[in-house]
């Protein structure tokens, strides 16, 4: 179980496979996210259709809603949400940090106030494990603590506090079925990222999670975190980029070395009537679209783009059917998860580091911000 | 073209295929409504797998948003909204008296303000046909002015206007490719409604369609004016009951001879959280869904059905995910499409009269408020 087997590189850009209880990964793999266990407007099935493999939900938002022993007792996540593929699950330290409406961070975990209703919690390492144990993802990860890249002396102390609690997730964590990540952290020092990379790297995890970048930093800064990160890592565990990114960062991350990316962006931006294109990030909402007879890419397999007009999708917009942040949500999501299978095929021809360029080009103007899970769910 | 086969007859109900330059249509049917031309939260795609075959436009809203011209210049509706199979829009009447701000009515036409920014329109019977031959359904309908149904002088001048325009329309129709259906009005006076039947009769439509009931007025006002209506139609022309309706409305709608349905109900239902059962509605917003592992409705088909859990759908409705009105819609409107398909396959087997009472009792406390188009929008 958990094995993880390198197939080709290109430069430093790995195609792997990663074994899960719910079927091979194949790697770099792009995972759609499902913070509340729903790809937000799209079922299962359609999903499915994307090419999508792996997803990705929020135990912080699953914990309070509908709660981890629920969906326990519903027989685990994969049975709850009806996919059938690997799962993926955070440790809900991110989401406490970003979200949650006031909390007090001690040695031992961290207690704080629910956004949905102002009740009082408390995370622990090992009450994360148990409750991802509870969600029962295919990939779980460790409980961290995500800091202000911009104060070294908190960063430090958070990097160490992250460092310790990756410890006791591991000693508590009790299934086996299950693969735990621990995070790196250290900001953008890259002092301290080559400290946590060679600390969580002795761990006996089956794969590493790089937390804290995509928070603000700019993309020089994330760059050169990968550089100092990748390379202190060993070449035969998986490696997961949280929260990254727009197809820029990918082709970036991969060409670094990462084989694990998931983002809310591709579903944000549909809600937003935002559509990525080979002609940059198009507002479907413009008026100039109202009479446009073409797909939103004309290079695209997704059925929105086989289907449907850019004039049409502007309708429901204006008209505020819903149907539009699905439509845009497949587009979206379809866009990048073929840009990630595009991308491992070069890398087993040998010519990711040929076709990186025009692809940066392909997708030039889809570059602005990238984003986290945590404001996800509005 | 638009030739009306009558298959079976079972007592009064009949089972028939109605040609359409869209494919046949088998009679009995009912129409999902496709209101803005999108049958709300859901994919053309998820539609055809309802095995729905015909669907209901609304000429009021598409008229104001995006324009008729816009949508016979991008090829009209089934081209823009990407629906491969027969489509029927109303005359925007209903829509005019229901929704706009203000209206007043003269003998040529109604001058109306829009419900979206209170600008002023006209209609009048010409202007409905061009718009609705720029919209381009296969099934159309004739201008009419829906009467409170308590005012019997009023009701009779609305029947009367209806006529003088049921005439005006068919004299302005242009396009060979549609159908125009007159409008039997007549409220809820058994004479008027046999006046108007015979009146409507007499004109050269190949299809008929039954206005004003589902209203306001009570089952058994509904029940008789349907029964002295189709006993005063020519057997040979399809009957359609406009805005009807719940289960029950269908099974006695049906056995009094009708053949064509839609209805808001199943979507509007599903964004209110509540689903079609053998146990009556479903509220699924209950607390008592949390834990309950049983699908909506154990006989149903439909994909959410085969697929999902109440408390998964409890879930995704506490937790304000749109993903609960796509699926809940898709079960709603597969329950009264296989309803009337199973009602079909009972006319040719002679078996309606007997099963009817049996359906009856399967879907009692789904009997409630059955809707017509208009209030649809939100």
């Known amino acids: 179980m958990f094995e993880f087997s390198i197939a080709a590189t290109d430069g430093r850009a790995r195609a792997g496979v990663f074994a899960t209880p719910h079927g091979p990964l194949a790697t770099p793999v792009f995972a759609p996210v499902g913070t509340q266990a729903a790809v937000k407007t799209l079922t299962p099935a359609q999903v499915g259709e994307l090419g999508a493999s792996l997803v990705l939900a929020n135990t912080y938002h699953l914990y309070l809603r509908p709660g981890d022993y629920l969906i326990r007792d519903l027989g685990g996540l994969h049975e709850f949400m009806q996919w059938p593929a690997p799962i993926l699950t955070d440790s809900g330290g991110f989401q406490v940090f970003s979200l949650s409406k006031s909390r007090k961070i001690d040695d031992d975990g961290v207690t704080f106030k629910s956004h949905v209703d102002g009740s009082s919690h408390r995370f622990t390492p090992e009450r994360s494990i148990s409750i991802q144990e509870n969600l029962g993802a295919d990939v779980i990860m460790a409980f961290d603590e995500c800091s ?12 160490q506090r992250t460092h310790r609690w990756a410890e006791r997730c591991l000693a508590s964590k009790s299934r086996s079925d299950q693969a735990l990540f621990a995070i790196v952290q250290g900001g953008v020092d890259p002092e301290l990222r080559r400290e946590s990379a060679a600390f969580i790297a002795r761990l006996d995890t089956p794969g590493i999670a790089i937390g804290g970048l995509s928070v603000g930093e700019t993309k020089e800064e994330m760059h050169a975190m990968l550089d100092v990160v990748t390379q202190a890592l060993p070449p035969g565990k998986p490696r997961y980029l949280m929260g990254v990114g727009t197809p820029e960062d990918l082709l970036d ?35 100039g679209f109202a009479r446009d007879e073409r797909p939103i890419d004309g290079t695209c397999d997704c059925y929105t783009c086989r289907t449907f007009s850019r004039g049409y999708l502007r309708h429901l917009i204006v008209a505020g059917e819903l149907l539009a942040g699905t439509l845009l949500s497949i587009h979206n999501l379809r866009s990048l998860i073929r840009l990630v299978a595009e991308v491992r095929l070069s890398i087993f021809d040998g010519t990711f580091q040929d076709r990186r360029a025009a692809w940066l080009v392909h997708w030039q103007g889809n570059a602005q911000k990238s984003g986290r899970t945590a404001p996800a769910i509005r």
């Open 253 to 287: 991350a991969v060409g670094r070395g990462v084989d694990i990316f998931d983002c809310v962006l591709p579903t944000r931006l549909a809600r937003h009537h935002s559509a990525f294109s080979p002609d940059g990030r198009l507002n479907l909402m413009n008026a």
């Open 148 to 159: 202000d890249p911009n104060d070294r002396a908190y960063t430090r102390l958070a990097m």
